[in-house]
Each structure stands twice: as C-alpha cells, then as structure tokens.
C-alpha cells in the first residue's frame, strides 16, 4: 500500500535517510551534489521552511521530494530558490508513480519548479520552457576529454592560449591555488559577485543573510559527503578570478564566480575553468557542471546532454488558481503586440518569485520589488 508522509529533515530516521542515498546512487541523473540529503539538512539548520516530501510503498521509500513552504501549505518551491541551482525528486530512473497524486496527498496547493532535473517525465506534463545544462564528464582525464572535442572548442584554444600569452607577458605569471581557504578569498568573492548583481540589474540573492551563511558553512565545515570549494587564479599576485562550487567530491558544480574587471579582457575565469579541468584527476573531480544555459562561452564545455525545466503543478485552492492565473498573465503579455505590455510582467513575476524565496520580511521585499521594477524600466527604455 502507498502513502506520503512530510516530515522536516530533522524527523527523517536514519533508514529513510540512507534509502534517499541509494535512491539518489542509483539514478544517474541525480548526479548533482544539490541532490545529496546533507544539502537538504544544512540548509534546515538556516530556514525553518524546510520539508521533506516522502512516498512509501509497503512501508519502503521510493521518492523524496525537498521543498520549501511556509507551514508545508499553499504554495511550495524548491528548497534554497532560487540559489539552489538543480532539484527534483529523489527516486529511481524507472520509478513508477503520478507527480500530481503525490502532491494532492499534501496540504500544498501548487509547486513551482525552476532548474529540475526531471530525467523520467514525470513532471513534463506541467513544464512550460526547457534550458540545456553545461556538463562535462571529465573521469577518462582531461586530455582524453579535449581530444573528443570538435573544431569549435579547438577554436576556442586557440583564443585561449593566445589570452594566456598576453596574461603573461603583460602582468605576470598565472598562479592556480585549489581548495583555498583564505577568507580574505571569500570575501572578494562576495563582493565581486554583488558588484556585478548591480551592475547588470539582476536581483541580489547575496544580499540575505541566510544565503551567505549557507555559503560560509558549506566552505568552513569540514564535510566528507558535501562541502563547498573555492579554487582561483591569481595574475602576478592579483587576484584574478574565483570559482566557489558545491562537491560531493566526485561532482564540482561551479556554483559562484566572479573575477576583478580589470582583467575581463583576459577572460581569467576561463583561465581558472582550463586549469581546474587540468587538476581534476589529482582532485578527485570526475564532472564539472557549469549549470543551466550553454549561452556564450559554455557553448564550448557543454558535453553532456542534461536538461532542465520550469513550470508549475497546480494542485488544489487558492494557491493553485493564483498561479494559474499568473501564468495565463505571462503568456498574454509575452505574445502582446510590439509597444505594448512586452514581456514586463512575466518577467516581474519572476523576479517576485526569487524574491519571496530569499525575503521574509514584508519590507525587503517591497523594496526589492521597487528597483526590480526601477531597473526593469531602464532596460526597457534602453
């Protein structure tokens, strides 16, 4: 017999939590460290929203879902959106059960996805767009993974040699340091990250305490099964570039990345990603994923055929007729005729959206709210 339970990760018992690994383990595509419980757990130590999802069959596991939600009612979203960059259900590749009856059996009336990774369709039914993931599989070594790339990416290193030839002798040699611990490093790091958060209009998810202190954690706290890593370039001394990722260390998923605008005509954070692929093997990486999008120059290391999907599924009440009507709203405004509505208020929904995930208090988000729509009316004009 079948049933759900939702518990928070502190009430999940040890035998549940070791089935979520062999569920996860199982499945190849739930790959991503973000899939793996302790993610799940470290960031309940933060967020008081945080629950657990579980399906049984005869008393047994056989999907986890993690979500956020305020009392596990209403509406429901994937735990630390929109800084969580893949989620999903924890089950096997060939799980046989209805997204929708599992969520029915709950008092969430909708759950809204962003970057899932649904590899077995079970949520393609209420899927509005689809996003390619960069991906690369680098466990047979890094010169084995370059010698299969094709012309494009043999272009692309050739740019890339002639960048490193100008680093060096224009400003000096290229230093590479790996699982850095210097908080001076984290630092910059944040404040070349909100830097650009500003200067490209886009929200500031930095900019809660909540998600800075998952970082820090996730870097500071010794942790075998997850943990966060910072590896960064420095051009004669300069810092150059920084790549903070979430590893399971098997996975690096490059997570947070900035580099000092001094440089960018030397495209240092390409630089880093060349030479972290170089000391994979002697880091124990056997993938790098560089997330969603293979826009500009993640063209070049997309090699792996990862997808992921956004949408909602609208299961009952207010909550649910609510985000019906949003998305009918965002499709009207998105086919409007030129000069019109454009693409305004889907876009604001959005920024609403990750929004409300990092904001709890009603101010921050009016204000938040106030420069999106400031920042979205520059764009617009310009």
């Keep these: 017999m079948r049933h759900c339970l939702v ?3 502190q009430d999940i018992t040890a035998s549940e939590r070791a ?29 008081d ?48 059960f209805d997204a929708f009856e599992i969520l029915q059996s709950t008092d969430l009336g909708v759950y809204h996805f962003s970057t899932l990774i649904d590899a077995n369709h079970k949520l393609s039914a209420y899927t509005l767009e689809t996003s390619p993931c960069t991906v690369m599989d680098i466990s047979a070594g890094a010169q084995a993974w370059r010698s299969a790339r094709d ?14 030839r100008r680093t060096e002798e224009d400003i000096g040699i ?14 910059t790091l944040i404040q070349w990250k909100r830097e650009k958060f500003e200067e490209t209009g886009k929200y500031d998810v930095l900019s809660v305490d909540w998600t800075l202190e998952f970082l820090r954690s996730l870097w500071t706290e010794a942790d075998n099964e997850l943990r ?25 998923h490059s997570w947070i990345v900035a580099y000092a605008n001094v440089f960018r005509h030397l495209a240092p954070g390409i630089q880093l990603l060349e030479a972290l692929i170089d000391e994979a093997e002697a880091l124990g990486i ?8 293979i826009d500009g120059y993640k063209r070049q290391y997309a090699t792996e055929p990862v997808t992921v999907s956004s949408g909602f599924i609208a299961v009952k009440g207010p909550a649910a007729t609510l985000s019906k009507l949003y998305a009918a709203t965002e499709t009207f405004s998105e086919n409007a005729p030129l000069g019109s509505l454009g693409t305004i208020p889907g876009k604001l929904r959005r920024r609403y959206s990750q929004i409300s995930a990092c904001e709890d208090r009603f101010p921050a988000k009016v204000k938040a709210m106030l420069h999106a729509v400031k920042t979205q009316s520059k764009s617009e004009a310009s």
């Design 286 to 293: 056997k993938r790098i994923d560089l997330g969603s999008g």
């Design 19 to 47: 089935c979520w690994l062999s569920l996860k383990a199982a499945n190849p595509a739930l790959y991503s460290p973000y899939f793996h419980p302790a993610y799940t757990e470290k960031l309940s130590k933060l967020r």
């Design 174 to 187: 290229r230093r590479f340091e790996f699982n850095v611990k210097d908080p001076v490093v984290f630092d």
């Design 49 to 96: 929203d945080v629950y657990v999802l579980i399906a049984y069959d005869n008393g047994m596991p056989f999907a986890f879902l993690p979500f956020q939600s305020q009392n596990a009612k209403g509406f429901g979203r994937p735990i630390g959106a929109p800084f969580t960059d893949y989620h999903g259900f924890i089950c096997k590749a060939d799980a046989d």
């Design 151 to 164: 012309g494009s990416y043999r272009r692309h290193i050739k740019s890339h040699k002639r960048r490193i």
């Design 228 to 252: 966060a890593e910072i590896h960064v370039v420095y051009f004669d001394d300069q810092l150059a570039a920084i790549d903070m990722g979430l590893t399971d260390g098997i996975t690096f």
């Design 7 to 9: 518990k928070t990760p």
